[in-house]
């Protein structure tokens, strides 16, 4: 947090106040009730400072309003390697608070070495996501970060590097502040379905084109080099930055890393493995082929629990069901209401000596505020966010060997396959390897 403000005390001043002292007249500053805290509002000694790394559309229509609206938080920087987007968030929050003081810069390291900074918001592609967060805990900051991590070893090493320096991380999605989801994971928990036996996760078939590799000039605007970062080189063209790059896999994991880590989220939760996983994965189909995009086309996921339970994942409408052995809820579409085979499930109280699962009903960006100041972990911590990103990642692997995979979830690798645990991370390009924290 910033130091406290200290307000100007001038020689004068204290000549006219003693003065008035002497003859019975007390005299005091008159400070708007703002500054104290007053009416509900927060003083700014009080306030979290965030630096915003990453202000593309994301980060500027979900991420930035969000913390513009919290009187617990303060913006004092943003960052991003196209300069129009840079723009664009420096201007928003300029306005919201009627000053010009918000600091930009294209550098995250910039951001990070601000001594008056206690926190960042990271909402880059997913190949800068570990990176940039181990800097920030580097350097002393509180992280609240977008899904997914880019591998497996990555969430490895972050989780690590929260844990050692005591920092507050919250991986960055909704789904656990929306009723619905909470609900469904709250309904499943307390055995209203029985013994839980199968999940059927639906997500969205995506991109629905294969992308244009034509070599083209880079932007005026965009650091392109920055951009790729700790990613191979490549030419660029319009289809692979900004938000396509989450069908490149140099950047991200395809539909998996996007609506997977939602909906497997929420499977994960209700089925009590959020620092767990899966014991086995078995992934058919296949990749885009013949043009920029090479992630998941078509696909036909099965993962096995130890505790018996069966998790499908098929292309549709996004939706998630659970079945049990006296029923199931789930629902169909994306924070469509809880469905269920019974009015009774549907309509069942979670009593108060049942299981209460912990949310925030205003969302990550609240939750991660109340965490910096309580210093408790948030909804979706570094732990929990890793295992579902390992959920994805086990899908591409599985789908990209073309075979049925044994994992063992408590030491964290393949049973006997070593090409399979070849896969865990990759190369990194120069200077741009994981820094030791």
Request: hydrophobic fraction near 35%; charge should be positive.
């Amino acid at each position: 947090m910033r130091a406290p403000y200290r307000f100007a005390f001038t020689r004068r001043k204290f000549l006219k106040r003693a003065a008035l002292i002497a003859g019975g007249v007390a005299s005091f500053d008159i400070v708007p009730s703002v500054v104290l805290g007053r009416k509900g509002a927060v003083s700014p000694s009080n306030r979290i400072t965030i630096g915003f790394i990453g202000t593309g559309d994301h980060g500027v229509t979900w991420n930035l309003p969000f913390y513009l609206r919290n009187p617990a938080a303060q913006i004092i920087a943003v960052c991003d390697v196209d300069s129009d987007h840079l723009l664009r968030a420096k201007e928003t929050v300029d306005d919201h608070y009627k000053n010009e003081d918000c600091f930009s810069t294209k550098d995250f390291r910039e951001v990070l070495t601000r001594k008056d900074i206690d926190a960042v918001m990271i909402t880059t592609p997913d190949h800068w996501h570990t990176p940039i967060s181990l800097f920030a805990i580097q350097a002393g900051k509180d992280v609240q970060c977008e899904k997914p991590t880019l591998t497996i070893n990555e969430g490895k090493v972050l989780i690590d590097a929260v844990r050692k320096h005591k920092k507050v991380f919250q991986t960055s999605t909704e789904d656990r502040s929306l009723p619905m989801y909470h609900r469904l994971a709250e309904l499943v928990r307390n055995g209203r379905i029985g013994k839980l036996q199968r999940i059927e996760v639906i997500l969205p078939r995506q991109p629905t084109v294969p992308g244009d590799p034509t070599p083209q000039p880079v932007p005026r605007q965009l650091d392109y080099e920055m951009w790729l970062g700790p990613a191979p080189f490549a030419p660029y063209t319009k289809d692979r930055v900004h938000y396509n790059f989450r069908w490149v896999s140099d950047y991200s994991g395809g539909i998996f890393t996007d609506w997977g880590t939602h909906l497997f989220d929420t499977a994960q939760w209700a089925n009590d493995t959020e620092r767990t996983g899966p014991i086995e994965v078995d992934a058919k189909g296949s990749f885009w082929e013949g043009g920029l995009y090479n992630t998941v086309k078509d696909y036909d996921i099965a993962y096995r629990y130890a505790n018996g339970v069966v998790m499908t994942c098929k292309p549709g409408t996004p939706s998630i069901k659970f079945i049990g052995s006296e029923g199931w809820v789930g629902n169909s579409g994306w924070r469509s209401p809880v469905e269920a085979s019974s009015k009774a499930i549907l309509d069942s109280v979670i009593g108060p000596n049942e299981l209460h699962l912990y949310t925030n009903p205003k969302g990550e960006h609240d939750d991660f505020l109340l965490c910096v100041k309580s210093r408790n972990d948030p909804y979706f911590p570094v732990d929990i966010g890793h295992r579902v990103s390992t959920v994805c990642h086990l899908a591409n692997i599985s789908l990209k060997l073309g075979r049925k995979l044994k994992w063992e979830p408590a030491k964290e690798q393949f049973v006997g396959d070593d090409s399979a645990n070849a896969l865990l991370d990759r190369k990194r390009r120069d200077p741009w390897q994981l820094p030791k924290v």
